[in-house]
């Protein structure tokens, strides 16, 4: 007899990658293998995560499934598609879902395109029931609204999940899954992409970071950032920025939060002179308090704060600083 | 060389989130379609984007032509406005398939450029800021057998038959080359897209768009079969419970607040 298998793929060393994030996929993962009576299996490509062992125990993984070749060191996508099309003709499973990184936004769709199947990106829920197709919600307009596809074509189905959108929860008592090494011949992959200049991490991320300090247009002049910056610095956090504030170069790319730039999940997001529109918001809405300083009482990003302050944060700024560093 | 350059003609995003923030973005009794009529339609800003990457190589000397493909039920506004930035052909795709979806829109796109004997360049934005999937390039590509380069920051030409792609990565930018033909999201960071001149913009009042339909190329029923069935939409709500600190000066502000996020431990 077949199961159906429901695969969670992750692959380590990926740019953006979060394990708590994979831990999330995994959780959506069960849900749907519980409601189709499947089975979880989690597909790490590359070295296993330290402490994968336990998360897959944790998140009901009956399957652990590994993935290694040298080709796939490289991190560039031809080999990842190659071999993930090579791993669904053999197990053909009825769902991969990504946990969605940076390089995932490729592979999963190339995968799609390779296979004939169906592909969402920016996902945040799956809806699963026998004999009827995925339905699977995701975020559009930037987070204005949500929308939910139904997913046809041949299997499998392929989901990218946004990161942040499903909390990791455990299951108790599971067994521990079994750990199959998967095969596959990437002989003839030759990659067509040729990295020339590798992206170096400069310092920390703000991905990581448990506390982030934001400017937006609201800073009114470049100069000004060094404002965001001091208190970040007094804060211990980092700084962070809107998309306008790159768009004109007084900030790098690096710096970006939102939709478009980094996803980030801090204790603490500290908003000077943004006015939370949703592209922003995608990436700083996990945060688990907000600060915002605005001089507009009906900015849209007091919707999401959790504490605020009506005022010119080019007054309010220098002086958190000083209150900071007491 | 031929660029092709993929537009998508998308509601104004800036206009959709002003109608989100005031909480009067609403969807009609399909329980799909957002019912705001009065929201421009506009082409997707990454899409004018990839338009501008095109005329940038041009710029530096490759000898080019750039034709602009959108699929759409009346891409005629977008396409002029390609015209006037200075594309060489502009191409309308009507779609047979009433919702295309990702794969029907690059199937449509696809055969386009397999009539047209081929592209060396294909440019897509990063991702069309309607469904935010960005997930028609890399189809493009699996169907054309091109490599695909996504969040492209600048793109030249590395010697007469590669490229050189810098991407904006997490971990900062990434310096590519790729082997033509290739296709090539761009992001943002490219900088603005120029404005076309008034005379070129008169010129494209009269410009029109050559129109080609499905009969026009070979598809078969997979190719129009679409995967992916937008079957509900809706406004996801955000719940307020903003605590406004208040105080007389920007000092008092300050201190209360620093006070009150230590007090709830989100500060030690
Ligand atoms: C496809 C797409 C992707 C996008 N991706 C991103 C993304 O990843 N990240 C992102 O940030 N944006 C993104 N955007 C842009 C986004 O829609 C907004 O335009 C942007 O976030 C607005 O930035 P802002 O809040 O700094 O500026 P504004 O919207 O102009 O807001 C400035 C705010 O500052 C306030 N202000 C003015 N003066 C002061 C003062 N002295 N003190 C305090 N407050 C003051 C104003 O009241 C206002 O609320 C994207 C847009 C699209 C269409
Ligand atoms: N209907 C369309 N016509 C032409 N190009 C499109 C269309 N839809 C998507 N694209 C291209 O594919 C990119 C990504 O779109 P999407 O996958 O819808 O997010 C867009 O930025 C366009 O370059």
């Keep these: 007899m077949t199961t159906t298998a429901i695969v969670v793929c992750t692959w380590s060393g990926a740019r953006g990658e979060v394990l708590e994030e994979a831990e999330a996929a995994l959780t959506l993962g069960r849900k749907v293998s519980v409601a189709l009576g499947g089975e979880l299996q989690w597909l790490v490509v590359g070295a296993m995560p330290e402490g994968g062992a336990e998360i897959a125990q944790r998140q009901g993984v009956a399957v652990l499934e590994n993935i290694e070749d040298a080709k796939l060191a490289g991190g560039q996508a031809d080999a990842f598609v190659e071999a993930l099309a090579q791993y669904c003709a053999e197990r053909s499973p009825r769902l991969v879902l990504f946990s969605q990184g940076f390089d995932t936004r490729l592979v999963a769709p190339r995968l799609a395109g390779r296979l004939g199947s169906g592909v969402v990106v920016n996902a945040v829920d799956i809806e699963a029931a026998a004999d009827s197709p995925l339905k699977v919600t995701a975020s559009a307009y930037g987070g204005d609204t949500r929308v939910v596809y139904e997913l046809a074509g041949a299997e499998p189905c392929i989901v990218s999940l946004l990161a942040n959108a499903v909390l990791p929860e455990s299951v108790e008592g599971a067994a521990s899954p079994s750990v199959r090494n998967v095969a596959v011949d990437l002989s003839s992959v030759e990659e067509r992409i040729r990295v020339v200049e590798a992206a170096r991490t400069e310092g920390p991320r703000l991905e990581d970071a448990e506390i982030i300090v934001s400017g937006g247009r609201g800073l009114s002049s470049p100069d000004n950032y060094k404002l965001v910056e001091q208190l970040a610095e007094a804060l211990g956090g980092l700084p962070g920025a809107s998309r306008p504030l790159v768009d004109e170069g007084w900030v790098d790319s690096s710096r970006q939060v939102g939709l478009t730039g980094k996803i980030t999940r801090p204790g603490l997001y500290v908003a000077a002179g943004i006015s939370g529109a949703s592209q922003h918001m995608a990436g700083c809405g996990a945060a688990k308090a907000i600060v915002a300083i605005n001089t507009d009482p009906d900015a849209a990003i007091f919707r999401y704060a959790r504490y605020g302050i009506v005022g010119d944060c080019l007054a309010i700024l220098p002086e958190l600083i000083r209150a900071a560093k007491k | ?268």
């Design chain 2, 1 to 268: 060389m031929r660029i092709v350059v993929c537009v998508k003609e998308v509601l104004d995003p800036d206009a959709v989130n002003n109608y989100a923030l005031a909480g009067r973005l609403e969807i009609g009794d399909d329980g799909k379609t957002l019912t705001q009529t009065t929201i421009p339609q506009l082409m997707n800003g990454f899409d004018e984007q990839a338009i501008e990457a095109a005329l940038l190589l041009r710029d530096a000397g490759a000898e080019c032509t750039i034709c602009v493909v959108s699929v759409g039920a009346d891409p005629a506004n977008q396409l002029r406005h390609a015209s006037a930035l200075g594309a060489d052909e502009v191409v309308g795709i009507s779609s047979p398939v009433a919702e295309p979806d990702a794969h029907v829109v690059a199937s449509l796109l696809v055969a386009h450029i397999r009539s047209l004997g081929g592209a060396d360049l294909v440019l897509c934005g990063r991702q069309a800021s309607d469904d935010d999937q960005g997930v028609v390039p890399a189809l493009i590509g699996e169907a054309l057998g091109m490599p695909v380069v996504t969040v492209a920051s600048s793109v030249e030409l590395a010697d007469t038959s590669a490229l050189r792609v810098t991407r904006v990565t997490p971990d900062g930018d990434e310096i590519v080359e790729a082997a033509m033909p290739a296709v090539v999201t761009i992001s943002n960071e490219i900088g603005d897209p120029r404005y076309p001149t008034a005379a070129n913009k008169l010129k494209a009042r009269r410009v029109k768009p050559t129109l080609v339909g499905p009969d026009d190329l070979s598809l078969d029923a997979d190719a129009l079969a679409p995967r992916v069935l937008l079957t509900q939409q809706f406004v996801p709500t955000v719940q307020g419970n903003c605590e406004f600190i208040s105080g007389d000066t920007p000092a008092e502000l300050a201190d209360r607040l620093v006070a009150r996020l230590r007090e709830d431990k989100v500060l030690p």
